[in-house]
């Protein structure tokens, strides 16, 4: 499976960046995200984002554009 590699420049330093990684990953897997309905996304230092915390669950939901969804799950470590 290919994980998301979130852009560790200096431009991901807050979750809304960190969430627009994700969205572009999204977009360019298709194809993986069909066979595996996961993400997973890794590479960043949470202690280095200005929030200075992982992402919450109803901000990786906000992914999708919709707040409740399950498909695909996303997981950021």
Same mark, same amino acid.
Not at 25 to 39: G, H, Y
Not at 52 to 59: D, K, L, V, Y
């Given at each position: 499976?290919?994980?998301?590699?979130?852009?560790?420049?200096?431009?991901?330093?807050?979750?809304?960046?960190?969430?627009?990684? *994700?969205?572009?990953? +999204?977009?360019?897997? %298709? /194809?993986? =995200?069909?066979?595996?309905?996961?993400?997973?996304?890794?590479?960043?230092?949470?202690?280095? *984002?200005?929030?200075? +915390?992982?992402?919450? %669950? /109803?901000? =990786?939901?906000?992914?999708?554009?919709?707040?409740?969804?399950?498909?695909?799950?996303?997981?950021?470590?």
């Amino acid at each position: 499976m290919k994980n998301a590699v979130i852009n560790e420049s200096a431009e991901c330093v807050i979750i809304p960046s960190l969430e627009t990684d *994700l969205r572009v990953w +999204r977009k360019e897997n %298709r /194809a993986t =995200l069909e066979k595996t309905k996961f993400i997973i996304g890794c590479s960043y230092d949470s202690a280095q *984002l200005a929030e200075s +915390r992982h992402p919450t %669950r /109803a901000e =990786l939901d906000e992914i999708d554009g919709v707040s409740d969804s399950t498909d695909p799950s996303i997981m950021t470590v």
